[in-house]
């Protein structure tokens, strides 16, 4: 079984920065990618960065302001948020795919609000 913990969510006015973690933990933990994605209200989920053997990926709406980095040595994730704007206001959840099983693992996830 994975664990993961996410934080780092918050209120932050528009053109602030914010910094998400998700640390995974698991018995013989095998990472193939993750990822963070977010849902706003009455939206479907999206994927907002990915990173791992699938190389480093960004929705077209981040790029250039989000930063997906990976800490292998701590299974952990960072999101580093620039220049954030309302319509990044949403819920924020890390995915982990593991490599041996193809299986997706998702956080509880973290508010992020972008107030104008």
């Known amino acids: 079984q994975v664990q993961l913990v996410e934080s780092g969510g918050g209120l932050v006015q528009a053109e602030g920065s914010l910094r998400l973690s998700c640390a995974a933990s698991g018995d013989r933990l095998s990472i193939y990618f993750m990822g963070w994605h977010r849902q706003a209200p009455g939206k479907q989920r999206e994927m907002v960065a990915m990173?791992?053997?699938?190389?480093?990926n960004y929705a077209d709406s981040v790029k250039g302001r989000f930063t997906i980095t990976m800490d292998k040595a701590k299974n952990t994730m960072y999101l580093e948020m620039n220049n954030l704007k309302p319509e990044d206001t949403a819920v924020y959840y890390c995915?982990?795919?593991?490599?041996?099983?193809?299986?997706?693992?998702w956080g509880q996830g973290t508010q992020v609000t972008v107030s104008s």
């Open positions: 995915r982990l795919r593991t490599a041996r099983t193809m299986t997706d693992y």
């Open positions: 990173i791992g053997n699938i190389g480093t």
